[in-house]
Structures are given as C-alpha cells and as structure tokens.
DNA sequence: GCGGCCAGGTTGGCTGTACAACTTGACGCG
DNA sequence: CGCGTCAAGTTGTACAGCCAACCTGGCCGC
C-alpha cells in the first residue's frame, strides 16, 4: 500500500514501484505482471490509476500489453528520467561519471531568418549563441553551439564560464524545459570541432540537434551538439502503442 | 460527430480527426486547442476519451499540456505511423521515394552467444543471418544485416531475393513486430558495407541497430543498419510527460 | 498607472462501472 | 491422439462524476 504525500501523482509512485520490482526481478524476465485488478488491490487504488502506471512502464519498454492476457515483461532495460536526456550535467552524473565544460564563445547579434523561424522570433530580436566544450572525466567529448532568445542568453550569459550545468541555474531562474525535438545524423568536424576534440579536420561527427520548448509552447533553445565517436549512443524505444522516433530524408 | 465503426477505436478516429485539423492549421501554429469538454461536446463522447486521443499527439510532440490552460499546438511535424518506422519500404513510399533492395547473403547457423541472448534463444538453435543492400531510387542507401530466428528465418529464406518488402510477407504469415528498441551510433564502413554502398573502407557510416518484439514479448529481429551519410537524418520528440529517448555511453 | 486579489475556466488525478475483444487452458468429442 | 468448443480470466474502450491544482484576465484599491 502506497500513501500519498501530495508531492508525487499516486500513479507516478506505483510506476516507480513496478519499475522495481521489474528491475530486482521480482516478476522473471519474460514473466508475467500481475493483472491490473490484484496490482488495484495491492496497491490499494482504483483500476484506472493502474493503467496509468502501467502506461509510463509500457513507453519505456518495460512491459508489453495485449488485451486477452497479462502483462510480459520485456526487460529490465535502464530507463532515464526526462532530465537525465536533456541535461548532458545530470546524465553524467546519473552514469558516474564527472561532467565538466567550458564556454568557449558567447556572441550576440540579430537573429538571422533560420533562427528566427526555429525561435519564433520577430524580425530584429537578438538571439545569443554560446558554443562550450564538454567534458566527461576531463577529457573532451562534445562540442554544443546553442541558440538561445534574448532573455535567456542573458542569464547563460551571466554565468561562471566554467559552470558545469546550464540547465540547472535556467530552471531556477523558471526557465523549464518541458519538450524537445531531436535530429540524429552524421556530420564531419570544421576547424572549431578539431580544436576542441582534438581530432581532424573532416573527422565524422556524431551529430544531434535539439529544439526545446517550455510548456507555454515557446521555444527556449535551439542546439546543436557534436559527438566524437564512440562516445554515446543514443537509444529509442518505439512501440505500435505510442510511437516517437521516426526516419527522416536528411534536409 | 464521428461515427464508430467498430474496427478503430474512436478515440483513434477522435485523435486523427484533431492531427487533421492541426496540420490544417485550423487552430494556429502557436495557437490553442478547444477545451477537453468542448471537444467532447463536438465529438459526441466524453472527456475521457478526448483525453485519450489527447495523449496520443501529446506523445507526438503536437500539443502540449499543462494544467490550468488549454492545449497549445507545437508544430505541424509530420508524424509517421508505427508501421512506417519499422518497415524500410513503407516509410520510403509515404516519402514518395522509390524503395529497393536485393538479399546479397543469407546464412543458416547455430546461434552464437550474443545471438542467443538478443534473441533468447537457446543453446543450439538456429539463427537465420540475411545481409541485405537497400536503394532509394536505385541508389543504395543501407546496407542492412538481420538475424531471425529459425522459423521466421525460414519465412524469409523463401521470399523472392528481389522482394522490395521483407515485413510484409512477415506480417501476412503473422509475424507481428510491436515493440522496436533502436540504438544509433556512428560506425566505418567495412569490405562489404564499401563494396554494396560505393563508398571506401573506412568512411562514417549511421548506424542503426534495432531490436524488435513481438506481442508476446518474443524477440523476432535483431538487426543492424547502416546508412550511408546524408541520406537519413533520425528524430525523436521527447516530452516530461513520457520520455522514449536515452542517451548511453558507447558500448 | 500599478499591483494584488479573486472568480471563472481548464487540465490533472482518481474512482467506479460496464461491456467488448481477446487469450488461454481445460474439457469433451470424434 | 487431435481437434474444436467453451468458460474463465484479462486487457481495451467508453462513460460519468468529483475534486484539486493551476492559469488567466478582470476588477478593485492604492
């Protein structure tokens, strides 16, 4: 049985609970959930919290569902929380290993008409680009070069060079992050990119640029992030349920 | 008003009817979506099957949602059904692109470990191993190295080499593919990739490698793609409310 | 003009109910 | 032994209602 604190949604905290049982292994791998009504009772809730529990699990590729029969579990697969995939600082961490970074380049100007449109800016706004270097365990990995509008270039702008996260000051300036769209390819390194990762001009780059938006639907940053290979990797996980990756012909 | 017919769930109907609209801009890129109750009013159900069909372009990344203020529409992006992530030649059809490809090999052997596990095969099972180049256009794009198990192997064994489409056939002898888990990196093109591709040995190369499961939870594909640079780009939304994307360190 | 307060509107969360669609295993028949 | 039938169990879909949390805009007082 579960208590609300009032701080967590109840169907969040039997989610979390599931997902440990999952992961100790308390149902097999390829084992079988208990039905959503036995799962009702133990937890002391309603059918319908249940199913939304098991909702978040299926996303992630924790479980399947088919009507006629219970639930399979299909593995134990690490799943990371939405903050984890948008701040490279608290995924580091979460793997332990120690991120770091520097701000190369900060740079103020009109926003051109690609910014403008990707920002939904008006004609003459600024924009503020930042390009950083980011490290795990002090060796380079990673070069961003981030759009952001006006009034949050300011306060990137106002930060400690050296700051590890800008993630976490932004979010406590109000600055949330709530969705963000991303483009997965395959880029080669320019003059900058070498310098930075210390490798070659022309070297092939895993690439990944990012639009985020905050839940008003404004967009708060457009990124683009290149990887040294063998770095990351990045997964999805896609289900007839709810699909969220697609394949795109390269613009 | 919509009218169910029995074969589609009608908050499916309900949730196209609103992409429709949206990709209409019939609401505003920007702009607000009608409220829950109005919706259902309009549609003739109840809220909870609205918030349903909701939750389905929620996950789409089309709307967003926060409590205490209508749904703001993100973007018109084009969403592309399950079936069109999964299958090479549906997605290059939705695309108006012209798919093809020819089997170069396919192999019958015992499982080796790595195989089993993906797989979860036993000790001794067969694995159908088919190594296949895929065109856009007649212009190979992808080389694409799958491993089945025995008996969907044998399905695929007997399909014409010239067949444009492996996942057809598939699912018109029941083979259903629910569950998709992908992993996409950078790799180098080796003797075959360069051979089938036209490119050198050594070139960057997108890699894909996907996971796929049936219903049941029975892994029925293990695959890796490789795509040469510039002809595919891979994007994910991603939102608080249920996140599918990970980034991992290189394995 | 400006700021705080408040009422109304809207989504989030939870419960309960009912029936449909489907799977599985057991049973009985040929 | 093989096969179909059937019943029980389970998830999917839909409905109705209730309250809490939260946002927005307007009003009022200063």
Redesign the pocket.
């Known amino acids: 049985m579960i208590v ?1 604190d ?1 701080r967590q ?4 905290k039997v989610a979390a609970e599931l997902r440990q049982g999952i992961s100790d292994g308390a149902y097999g791998s390829g084992g079988r ?6 799962l ?1 009772q133990t937890y ?9 529990a ?1 909702a978040l699990l ?1 996303a992630d590729g924790l479980v399947t ?7 399979v579990v299909l593995g134990t697969a690490r799943v990371q929380t939405f903050s984890e995939t948008v701040s490279f600082t608290r995924w580091a961490r979460s793997l332990g290993e120690e991120p770091g970074g520097r701000v190369v380049d900060v740079v103020r100007r009109a926003a051109e008409p690609v910014e403008r449109e990707k920002l939904r800016l008006a004609e003459g706004d600024e924009v503020c680009l930042v390009l950083r270097v980011r490290t795990l365990s002090a060796v380079p990995v990673m070069v961003e070069r981030s759009v952001y509008p006006r009034h949050i270039g300011e306060i990137v702008a106002g930060l400690d060079p050296a700051a590890v996260s800008h993630t976490v000051p932004l979010e406590e300036h109000g600055v949330r992050f709530t969705d963000v769209h991303h483009t997965i390819d395959l880029t080669y390194a320019d003059a900058d990119d070498a310098a930075l990762l210390d490798c070659r001009v022309g070297d092939a780059l895993l690439r990944e640029r990012r639009r985020s938006t905050d ?2 639907g404004t967009p708060v940053e457009w990124s683009e992030d290149r990887y040294l290979p063998g770095t990351v990797a990045f997964t999805v996980h896609n289900s007839s ?1 709810a699909a969220a990756l697609s394949r795109r012909t390269a613009s």
Not at 9 to 12: F, G, P, Q
Request: no cysteine; hydrophobic share 30%; aromatic share 2%.
């Open positions: 609300a009032g949604a109840m169907y969040r959930l208990p039905a959503e009504s036995a009702a002391g809730v309603s059918r319908g919290t249940i199913r939304q098991l299926r569902s088919r009507r006629g029969t219970r639930r839940p008003t349920a």
